[in-house]
């Protein structure tokens, strides 16, 4: 199953949403590395920049998102997530997921953890 999924916000701006595994790299430069068993889920501004438009600032952008915040996927699917949207980071008001499209996020999420426990469940009945 695909680790990444990119979503738009309804004002139009992109995000790319990453599941990180335990030995995954992450963060600036893939300096760290998670060392849990919980993935987590990274959530990148994979938008164009939005003044400097030269090709060295789109081609850094694209190759190096910025992150806007990461959860831990058991978080974010516990509870009422498929009926709310997320602020990402209050100081930013284009970094909100409306609920409509956070849906699309949850649900993906979900399909994944589905797929990840059944191979888990498939592993453990192959070694009795």
């Known amino acids: 199953m695909e680790e990444t ?4 916000n309804d004002k139009g701006y992109d995000f790319l949403v990453r599941i990180v595994e335990k030995g995954d790299k992450w963060g600036l430069h893939w300096a760290l590395t998670h060392d849990k068993n919980d993935p987590l889920v990274v959530v990148y501004d994979a938008s164009p920049p939005k003044y400097d438009f030269s090709y060295a600032a789109v081609a850094y952008r694209q190759l190096n998102p910025q992150i806007v915040s990461h959860y831990y996927l058991s978080t974010l699917l ?7 949207g997320i ?8 970094w909100q997921i409306d609920k409509e499209n956070w849906r699309k996020v949850i649900e993906w999420l979900t399909a994944y953890d589905d797929s990840k426990k059944q191979l888990t469940k498939e592993e ?3 070694g009795t």
């Open 78 to 84: 516990e509870g009422d997530a498929l009926n709310t």
């Open 5 to 8: 999924f990119q979503v738009t």
């Open 87 to 94: 602020n990402l980071h209050g100081g930013v008001p284009a």
């Open 124 to 126: 453990t009945n192959a």
